[in-house]
Nanobody, 118 residues
Framework: QLVESGGGLVQAGGSLTLSCTASGFTLDIYHIGWFRQAPGKQREGVSCISNSGEGTITNDYARGRFTISRDNAKNTVYLQMNSLRSEDTGVYYC?????????????WGQGTQITVSS
C-alpha cells in the first residue's frame, strides 16, 4: 500500500510538498499518479509520472504550479505544490497508474488532507 504524507493547513499563495512512499515493496516498477478529492466533488487526477521519472503528465489546472517527481533510491514520489489556491483544498492520494493514460489501479490509501485558507 502507498502512504501519503505532507499535507496540512497553508495560506493561499503558499507551498507544500507531498510525499508518497511504499510499505513493503519498491516503487520503481510502478508509474504513479497523484489524485485529489475536494469536498462534495469527484476525485480527479492531478499529475502522474512514469516509473523511470522521465515522463510526466499534469492536469491543466496544476500545470505551472505543481511538479511531480520521484526518487527511486528513496522509494518516494513527490508532489511539489506552489501558489496554492483555496480550490486546491482536498484530500490528496497517490496510487499506481497506467502510463501515459494515468488511469489508476489498485487500492486507495487514506490520503493526506490539504486545506488552503484564503
Amino acid at each position: 500500500q502507498l502512504v501519503e504524507s505532507g499535507g496540512g493547513l497553508v495560506q493561499a499563495g503558499g507551498s507544500l510538498t507531498l510525499s508518497c512512499t511504499a510499505s513493503g515493496f519498491t516503487l520503481d516498477i510502478y508509474h504513479i499518479g497523484w489524485f485529489r478529492q475536494a469536498p462534495g466533488k469527484q476525485r480527479e487526477g492531478v499529475s502522474c509520472i512514469s516509473n523511470s521519472g522521465e515522463g510526466t503528465i499534469t492536469n491543466d489546472y496544476a500545470r505551472g504550479r505543481f511538479t511531480i517527481s520521484r526518487d527511486n533510491a528513496k522509494n518516494t514520489v513527490y508532489l511539489q505544490m506552489n501558489s496554492l489556491r483555496s480550490e486546491d483544498t482536498g484530500v490528496y492520494y497517490c496510487v499506481p497508474v497506467e502510463y501515459p493514460g494515468c488511469r489508476p489501479f489498485g487500492s486507495w490509501g487514506q490520503g493526506t488532507q490539504i486545506t488552503v485558507s484564503s
